[in-house]
């Protein structure tokens, strides 16, 4: 029951949207930039169509999003937006080719005319109302005071694992906040932390910098030390006084998971079978990689009809209707929760559901249909819960338990295995010796030339794109290992031998002017933030927290 219209507890979603730094100036069609065209046109423009919708309908709701700064600088970059165009060109010519090759099939002409009307959506959304600058669209949408922007670190590096040297975790923080007031004009009070991926002492370095929340993985709130009182439905707060918040793992398997989850449903579109790999190759060839290799092109006639390889046509009204039923499935479940924690905690719980915001759109098609109809639903269908943000709770809540959490991500088997493993564990020594060296540097230059400033700035942008956690992800995961080792190395290879000109007296300018343009992410970063600094220990670390604060 609901007392004087006041929600029983409360639900925040989390997005966080990310892809790791792609550009090659001196490769046009560089088949990994395909992975931020493909997201444009299936994630992040129709997500911010769906929160604009929302908006314009006066619909109440409150949702996080955070955007890597590496994704944010690929997303301003010029070039990036001029081959962005180009590919949007490229796409919508396979569309009408298609149209035109499926007319006498009744199965997927309409679905070839689908894509047709899609691509031209996204095209006009992108140009015409975004004029190419949806970081601006983004910026204007949260202005309009629904939806919440966090940030991250600023390649997205695996902190835990770079932790070894404070001033590599407090750079990639720094960084990513610079370019979050840069875009956006103010301080986040959130961080994703990449991966999910926590530590204890890192919160002293987000407090520091003026962060109030992070979102951890199950178990690092749960096995926090002294045990939460509210499990993962209130957030704890670490000694340097950060707040952290634990993700609700049935929220989670709902819709993470490829067996229990939403986007296994069989009626839904199969991600796994493309035009790029089906149709014949002659045919296709001008939309595939440079080099001729098949790949995805975003059209997909296919449903996931069953686990097996057999696969029947996609059906968007079925897909649609079965997004309708999962959205009040979702929103039923959220109400069962709420209402069986508030009758046994004494304050109003909060539903913790982080999500990659790819998932959305790229992964699960249908998914920002799902969400709009969730939102809906939650607004209108129901009172037992509303849609917050953490920034939102600890308005409400503003004492919280004092927990450590523990070292924890949201990788497989829960903590760092994922990113320190025999395909990637060989990259860390470099990492930690590169840092060393950064040190040295930051300490030895304090009276830098200008060219030497430019050097110094440009090898702190090195070790940066060498720390990114994308590298170490993909070598596990013996997707594009070649790709992710050819980057790793050539970052730190650029690096060394910057720092090796910058000893040694002798800076290739002209080599250097190429490097600038080449990697030319954070205009604004200063080499002097690596400068050595010790780790120092939360104030209360050496006397047992209380279990509750005073308050709470």
């Known amino acids: 029951m609901v007392l004087d219209g006041s929600p029983r507890g409360y639900v925040a979603i989390l997005l966080h949207a990310h892809l790791p730094y792609v550009r090659h100036p001196e490769q046009p069609g560089f088949l990994p930039e395909r992975w931020l065209f493909e997201a444009v046109i299936e994630c992040y423009i129709p997500l911010l169509q769906v929160f604009e919708r929302l908006t314009h309908d006066g619909v109440p709701y409150r949702i996080v999003l955070s955007m890597s700064p590496t994704l944010l600088a690929m997303l301003s970059d010029d070039l990036l937006k001029e081959r962005f165009a180009a590919y949007l060109d490229k796409m919508s010519d396979l569309a ?36 190419r600058d949806i970081p601006g669209a983004i910026r204007r949408l949260a202005e309009a005071g629904n939806v919440e922007l966090a940030t991250s670190a600023a390649t997205h590096a695996y902190l835990p694992l770079i932790g070894l040297h404070r001033s590599a975790v407090e750079a990639q923080v720094e960084f990513g906040l610079r370019q979050f007031r840069r875009l956006f004009g103010r301080n986040p ?40 009182r509210y499990g ?50 002659d045919y296709i060839k001008p939309f595939l990689a440079p080099d001729g290799s098949r790949t995805h092109t975003g059209f997909r006639y296919w449903r996931v009809t069953g686990p097996g390889d057999h696969k029947e046509p996609y059906d968007p009204g079925r897909a649609a ?26 304050r109003k719980p909060i539903v913790v559901a982080p999500y990659d915001a790819e998932l959305l759109g790229h992964w699960w098609f249908e998914g920002p249909q799902w969400l709009e109809l969730v939102i809906r639903k939650s607004a209108y269908d129901q009172r037992d819960f509303a849609l917050v943000t953490p920034t939102d709770y600890l308005a409400e809540y503003p004492v919280n338990q004092p927990s450590e959490p523990i070292e924890s ?23 930690h010796r590169a840092a060393e060296i950064m040190e040295g540097l930051a300490a030895d230059f304090t009276d830098p030339d200008p060219v030497e400033r430019r050097a110094l700035n440009q090898a702190a942008r090195e070790l940066l794109l060498a720390q990114a956690s994308d590298w170490p992800f993909i070598m596990q995961a013996r997707t594009m290992d070649g790709y992710a080792k050819h980057r790793f190395t050539h970052h730190i290879g650029w690096f060394l031998a910057l720092a090796g000109q910058l000893q040694s007296g002798r800076i290739d300018e002209r080599w250097l002017d190429e490097l600038e343009r080449t990697d030319n992410i954070f205009p604004d970063v200063d080499y002097r933030l690596f400068r050595y600094r010790a780790w120092t220990p939360a104030p209360w670390a050496r006397a047992r927290a209380p279990a509750v604060a005073a308050g709470s």
């Open 96 to 131: 009408e080719r298609e149209v035109h090759r499926t007319r006498d099939d009744h199965r997927f002409a309409p679905l070839a005319q689908m894509y047709r009307d899609r691509l031209a959506w996204v095209s006009r959304i992108y140009h015409d109302s975004y004029r």
């Open 189 to 228: 009070a959130g961080f994703w932390l990449p991966e999910c991926g926590y530590r204890p002492g890192l919160d002293q370095t987000l407090t520091e910098k003026g962060l109030r929340w992070t979102c951890l993985e199950t178990h690092g709130v749960l096995f926090a030390a002294p045990r939460p």
């Open 232 to 281: 993962v439905f209130a957030p704890v707060v670490t000694g340097h006084g950060l707040h952290c918040f634990g993700r609700d793992p049935e929220s989670s398997r709902q819709v993470w998971s490829s067996k229990e989850g939403y986007p296994g449903d069989f009626w839904y579109r199969e991600y796994y079978r493309d035009i790029g790999y089906d149709l014949d190759y």
């Open 321 to 346: 209707e079965r997004a309708d039923v999962h959205a009040g499935h979702f929103m039923w479940a959220r109400q069962k929760q709420v209402e069986w924690l508030a009758g046994v905690l004494d």
């Open 409 to 431: 991500s949201w990788g497989w088997k829960g903590y760092n295995e994922v990113w320190l493993q025999e395909a990637n564990d060989w990259i860390y020594r470099h990492l």
